[in-house]
């Protein structure tokens, strides 16, 4: 049994190519998620980063491998994994608080309705929706409220495992910066399992506590795993302050711009696990106050 709460083995995904022959994506994937973790996952359009989430979801199946989340295997769609997309996808004929309480209500059968209400209420307040604007409907709702709904609706779910597919695509920065720091209040409260995919760095780096970098496909691959060594409470302003903040963010530049291209198409020999990688820049040159030899130190290393 693995020791990771979410465990990804082997992971492999091959599609047709429309020759008679195949196409691998990605192969033999293998690298773990701790619970109460949020991990980023950052790579190129075409590297395999949604395949991976709708396994993850169970929403498809890999041609080979397995996906462990508490030491069972994945397979099919569970309330246990809950899912937010960058289209939204709310009920259309439901209000913002219906569709909540539709997922709580699936969730916890034995529930009252007066307390399927409240607690749905309760997220959609967590996430900046309260009073008339709870009862209207998705086509009366502007993007960023849609997708404040669908957080609220993954979140109220108490799912084991929350599943973001780019969830701020589709925003305009000043509602993306609100919407982020909303679920980092929500997720600080709930200590869920976060699994995230995004396009965006300086996103990754405010969000998460490790992201993963994939390579460019064919046979793409998680090259690496990149800690993010600023501390919590973070803010989209007081990072950029952190000696951490442009290390971290230059080595994810360089790899997406150049070492993903270098190390695409590479056919997988055994499991592909991810090389761990800590940067850290907050040791000081000269320390008046020496800490004892057996002290640990923080250093810059890449293992």
């Not at 289209?87 to 569709?99: E, I």
């Not at 900046?128 to 209207?136: F, P, T």
Request: with cysteine; hydrophobic share 40%.
């Amino acid at each position: 049994m693995s020791k990771h709460f979410l465990s990804i083995e082997n992971l492999t995904q091959r599609f047709p190519d429309g020759q008679g022959g195949t196409l691998t994506v990605f192969e033999n994937a293998c690298f773990g998620v701790e619970k109460g973790e949020f991990v980023v996952i950052l790579g190129h359009s075409g590297c395999g980063k949604s395949t991976i989430m709708n396994i993850l979801a169970g929403l498809a199946e890999p041609t080979e491998g397995v996906v462990k989340m508490d030491g069972f295997e994945v397979s099919g769609p569970s309330l246990d994994r809950g899912v937010v997309f960058q289209n939204y996808s709310l009920l259309p004929w439901l209000s913002a608080l219906s569709n909540v309480t539709f997922g709580v209500r699936a969730r916890y059968r034995d529930w009252t309705k007066a307390r399927v209400i409240e607690e749905s209420k309760t997220y959609l307040s967590m996430v900046g929706l309260e009073g008339d604007v709870i009862h209207r409907k998705p086509s009366q709702l502007s993007g960023g409220m849609r997708q404040r709904v669908s957080i609220a609706r993954a979140f109220a779910n108490h799912p084991k495992l929350l599943l973001l597919d780019e969830p701020f695509g589709a925003l305009d920065a000043l509602t993306r910066g609100t919407i982020q720091d909303e679920l980092l209040k929500i997720w600080g409260g709930t200590e869920q399992t976060v699994f995230m995919i995004t396009h965006d760095i300086d996103e990754a780096i405010l969000l998460a506590d490790r992201i993963l970098l994939m390579t460019n496909g064919p046979f793409a691959r998680v090259a690496e795993s990149v800690e993010i060594t600023i501390p919590r409470p973070r803010t989209r302003t007081g990072i950029v302050d952190h000696p951490n903040y442009y290390a971290i963010r230059n080595h994810l530049v360089h790899f997406l711009g150049e070492r993903s291209k270098a190390l695409s198409g590479q056919k997988a020999e055994g499991p592909q696990r991810p090389e761990t990688v800590r940067i850290d820049r907050t040791e000081r040159a000269v320390d008046p106050d020496p800490a004892p030899a057996d002290t640990p130190r923080l250093r810059a290393v890449n293992t």
